[in-house]
């Protein structure tokens, strides 16, 4: 019944995505693609810090390894695109396999100094390569499908193969969270010597946390190359890393939804800011800093507004209006106010707000 509800869900999520595509200019249409992408990243991130409990700073080094292998794919090889993007999650993922065992024994700062590394290093790894484009990068060109029609438009195929590409990925996440896999990983983050004595391969776990969060970032990062129509060092900096993880903190760490809202805080507010400052003639110079500082502001007001990230206060203001809705007949009474007995929950019991 989950998997079905999920991808109800989407199905209804898809056909909303596709009308407001259809109906906005082809500057939005690219804005949506943008904001699909960077959902796909997010939530893997999520899962990795909200139910893992590992702090990574290294997602952007992911997306590269993603976008750069769907460059090439596409360039040299010339594959279909639906085989180039599971290329380019295998590929991710294989990277995020090989960092989560070197990276299993740390913990904390530790963890987050590690992946912070790799981050830094890894991009700058093109500008020693020729096959990589170096400091120019390499352009990657693709065309509408044929049965759209000939005049459909790049920017509407770009928004609805993203748009598509993230919610696969969140139904997909969302009952990921919900198996097994998903309880043990709650396990090992709230106790991990309590989680061992279960009987519980700690260390398998945290690597296949990294495994899934990279193959997100991955398929991301090649999502993010078609829709851009480039792959260069310089769009995956460690800023992209610590927007990610921004991002990851501001919609809610462990909700799937506080990766929607984290991403569109990710490429609105660049946007609007930079609006806002060549509007009043501040120089490029300055106007390049202002994103960053507004990222700043942003995380501080939420984080003191609403500690829980945005889908927790989103949450927490729809309660008063719930309990003022009739119930639905049949629907299970509400219990009165007051000090209830809670029966403490079976191992079959779901948990989280995955």
Partial sequence: MTLVRHVATAAVLAVLLVIISSTVSPFRDYQMAEVACYVVAVAGLTVLVGLSGQISLGNGAFMAIGAYAAALLLLHLHWPLAVVLVAALAVAAAGGAVVGVAAARLRGPYLAGATLILAVALPSLALRYGLLGGDQGLTV???????????????????????????????????????????????????????????????????????????????????????????????????????????????????????????LVLVLVPTYVTDVASSHGL??????????AAYGVVLVVVMLTFPDGIQGGVHRLSRPLASRLPAWPGAPRRRPPGPQFRAPASEHQEEGSL
Avoid: K
């Avoid at 970032?217 to 995956?236: E, H, N, Q, R």
């Avoid at 120089?283 to 960053?292: A, C, E, K, L, Q």
């Fill in 283 to 292: 120089s490029s110079s300055v106007g390049s800093n202002i994103p960053v």
């Fill in 141 to 263: 060109v693709i065309n509408s499908p044929g049965f759209l029609g000939p005049s459909f438009s790049l920017t509407r195929w770009q928004a609805w193969l993203t748009c598509g590409c993230a919610l696969i990925t969140l139904v997909l996440l969302a009952n990921l969270a919900r198996s097994r896999v998903g309880r043990s990983w709650r396990a090992a983050r709230d106790d991990e010597v309590a989680a061992a004595l279960a009987g519980l391969n700690v260390a398998r776990l945290r690597v296949l946390a990294f495994v899934v969060s990279a193959a997100c970032a991955g398929l991301a990062g090649a999502l993010l190359a078609v829709t851009t129509s480039i792959v260069s060092p310089g769009a995956f900096t460690v800023t992209l890393s610590i927007g990610l993880l921004t991002a990851a903190v501001l919609g809610g760490l462990g909700t799937l939804p506080g990766a929607v809202w984290g991403s």
